[in-house]
């Protein structure tokens, strides 16, 4: 199996890398159209900020190589953002893949970022049941609300998607390569879809 995980202005790329590696898995950190459509899997990892990312990804293409993906595409935090419709950080239209609007926390009692370890809930689909009430690594000021396309929820303050899926994109709010027992759980999941 040949991994493509896209190269571009984000960071925790190398963090990814080193769970694959781990993992014993063939990848390549990448930004080329090519190497990315010919790869079985693609892994889109992200820390960073929406607008100048999607700028960065538009000026070089890559917004349209990652819409038409037909191999099964996993999103991490910054990464699963993209995929959706909009995002509230400076007002940012992403790739709308999943026609959702990211939103900012609210609320005087939340500390923002939402830095720390949450349990997942109601895990379904493509998730190992098994993760249901383990605790992922969440790093993030933008949350994505529940959907119908929801996998896999959390709460801080108020339940959001922690999972999302459609079609051949799989998305993830937390990070699985800095959420140890289970996050591998959580690559290993994706890394078996075929679709």
């Known amino acids: ?40 899997k693609v892994i889109f990892p992200g820390v960073g900020e929406a607008s100048s990312t999607m ?17 099964p595409t996993l999103g991490i935090c910054l990464g699963m953002q993209l995929m959706c419709r909009h ?13 959702e609007s990211v939103q900012r926390f609210k609320g005087e009692s939340l500390k923002v970022p939402h830095m720390g370890w949450n349990a997942l809930e109601k895990v379904t689909g493509w998730l190992d ?6 605790f992922v690594y969440f790093v993030h000021s933008f949350y994505v609300p529940l959907t119908s396309q929801t996998v896999a929820e959390t709460n801080y303050g108020i339940y959001f998607s922690a999972a999302l899926k459609k079609n051949n994109f799989y998305a993830v709010q937390f990070h699985p390569e800095k959420s140890a ?11 078996r879809q075929s679709d």
């Open 87 to 99: 995002s509230e950080e400076n007002n940012t239209p992403c790739l709308g893949i999943f026609d």
């Open 129 to 134: 049941p098994t993760l249901e009430r383990n």
């Open 181 to 191: 027992a289970a996050g591998v759980k959580v690559l290993q999941s994706f890394l």
């Open 1 to 40: 199996m040949k991994v493509a995980v896209i190269k571009y202005n984000a960071g925790n790329i190398r963090s990814v890398s080193f769970a694959l590696e781990r993992l014993g898995i063939d990848y390549t950190i990448t930004d080329s159209e090519e190497e990315i459509r010919s790869a079985d």
């Open 55 to 71: 700028r960065y990804l538009r000026e070089r293409k890559l917004d349209e190589v990652i819409k038409n993906l037909q191999q």
